[in-house]
């Protein structure tokens, strides 16, 4: 079966820390993956995306992951994170056309 | 803003109630996809529609159905609820099939009591 694994589950920071989320999954081929964000109260928001190219993407606000194919792994990287970035993250492979397979989610706390 | 509406945003209902959820897309897009968010089973997919047809099944009870107009809005019924059907019930939609990414709507809370 097709499954997606986040190691942390709640990760708690102070303002300038590094971050980094890991995320693997479980299956080979062809698959696109995602990061999407959830703020307090909000919906989910894309955070960045990987479908071919360079393994190392960029997203918006700073995020950055990197795509790892010999380890199934996508991990989500910020250099330095600020308190507006509390929120949950969510990684998301997707295999095929539509749906999208989402991870338990980490939680993140950032402390000014 | 995503361009994804969902209506309502609250919901709170009794047990063996039915309710109506309504998606309407991004202009344009014509996949719809519906996910359900709840504390013990996280975030998972239920079912996606293109241009009318449904495409794709994924954890979605049988008391629960949806369809999609030839507006391309969506509706989500569920039936016969329960009180673990209490959750967030996501709407997204994305431009085709393909390797588009999916854009969310800001999802209807319900709660039954």
């Known amino acids: 079966a097709q499954s997606v694994s986040q190691h942390n589950h709640h990760v708690i920071l102070s303002e300038a820390a590094s971050l980094e989320l890991g995320c693997n999954y479980s299956y080979g081929g062809t698959v696109n993956l995602f990061w999407y964000v959830q703020y307090p109260g909000q919906h989910l928001q894309l955070l960045l995306k990987?479908?071919?190219?360079?393994?190392l993407v960029k997203g918006i606000k700073g995020f950055e992951a990197e795509f790892i194919k010999s380890k199934f792994s996508f991990n989500l990287r910020k250099p330095s994170v600020q308190w507006s970035d509390t929120a949950e993250y969510f990684c998301a492979p997707r295999r095929g056309y539509n749906k999208l397979i989402f991870g338990a989610g980490t939680r993140l706390a950032v402390h000014p | 803003d995503s361009g994804v509406t969902q209506t309502p945003k609250h919901l709170i209902t009794a047990t063996g109630q039915r309710v109506t959820l309504r998606c309407s897309p991004r202009?344009?897009?014509?996949?719809v996809y519906w996910y359900q968010q709840s504390l013990d089973q996280g975030l998972q997919f239920l079912i996606h529609?293109?241009?009318?047809?449904?495409?794709a099944k994924g954890n979605i009870l049988e008391r629960f159905s949806a369809q999609q107009f030839p507006d391309l809005h969506s509706e989500l019924n569920l039936s016969s609820l329960e009180l673990g059907d209490s959750a967030l019930y996501f709407c997204a939609s994305s431009a085709g099939t393909g390797s588009n990414e999916q854009f969310f709507g800001p999802g209807t809370r319900l709660t039954v009591l």
């Open positions: 529609y293109y241009n009318g047809e449904e495409r």
């Open positions: 202009s344009g897009d014509l996949s």
């Open positions: 990987y479908f071919s190219g360079d393994p």
